[in-house]
T-cell receptor, first 112, second 114 residues
Framework: AQSVTQLGSHVSVSEGALVLLRCNYSSSVPPYLFWYVQYPNQGLQLLLK??????LVKGINGFEAEFKKSETSFHLTKPSAHMSDAAEYFCAVSGTADKLIFGTGTRLQVFP | EPEVTQTPSHQVTQMGQEVILRCVPISNHLYFYWYRQILGQKVEFLVSFYNNEISEKSEIFDDQFSVERPDGSNFTLKIRSTKLEDSAMYFC????????????FGSGTQLSVL
């Protein structure tokens, strides 16, 4: 069975501050891990994915995530937040099955 | 970038009524999915569809649900007799190949069952 846990349903940062969104996973097989973003009134958009190549994955809009097997984590970071980063962020895992298992999401607020 | 299109964006229905949620996946995609998100809860997998048949479905996807690709472009989700607990945002998604390739999501249909 696979699952992801996103710590913190809401995260608030100031513009220019570091963004850190936490995700821990559980998987009985080597996982594939994803971060999706959802802007208001839009669908889910892929930010980045980990598929067992490099453990540090770079995505769009300056985001990156590091796969840490020892910590079963795949936290999402961005060095400097921008107002346009305000959105809902979802961590997801998949394995051998052809489906994604999502976390409950983290709403990121960015203050000027 | 190509888009998955979902219509309508909002649907209100009475309990017990049938609803059909419509999706137009990206034209060269072969794998199609429905997910849903009840307010405040996680996005949940409902069903995957490939080669004109269901390849996997979740426990949520009971006999009240069905999917169809009637004409080679549309992909529909039908709920035969809606219940209050079916109220959710329903997302359609598609991709070119099965495993771990980028999944393109539509913007969702917000279904409200009264």
């Amino acid at each position: 069975a696979q699952s992801v846990t996103q710590l913190g349903s809401h995260v608030s940062v100031s513009e220019g501050a570091l963004v850190l969104l936490r995700c821990n996973y559980s998987s009985s097989v080597p996982p594939y891990l994803f971060w999706y973003v959802q802007y208001p009134n839009q669908g889910l958009q892929l930010l980045l994915k980990y598929t067992s190549a490099a453990t540090l994955v770079k995505g769009i809009n300056g985001f990156e995530a590091e796969f840490k097997k020892s910590e079963t984590s795949f936290h999402l970071t961005k060095p400097s937040a921008h107002m346009s980063d305000a959105a809902e962020y979802f961590c997801a895992v998949s394995g051998t099955a052809d489906k994604l298992i999502f976390g409950t999401g983290t709403r990121l607020q960015v203050f000027p | 970038e190509p888009e998955v299109t979902q219509t309508p964006s909002h649907q209100v229905t009475q309990m017990g009524q049938e609803v059909i949620l419509r999706c137009v996946p990206i034209s060269n995609h072969l794998y199609f999915y429905w997910y849903r998100q009840i307010l405040g809860q996680k996005v949940e997998f409902l069903v995957s569809f490939y080669n004109n048949e269901i390849s996997e479905k979740s426990e949520i996807f009971d006999d009240q649900f069905s999917v169809e690709r009637p004409d080679g472009s549309n992909f529909t989700l039908k709920i035969r007799s809606t219940k209050l607990e079916d109220s959710a945002m329903y997302f359609c998604a598609s991709r070119t190949s099965a495993t771990n390739e980028k999944l393109f999501f539509g913007s969702g249909t917000q279904l409200s069952v009264l």
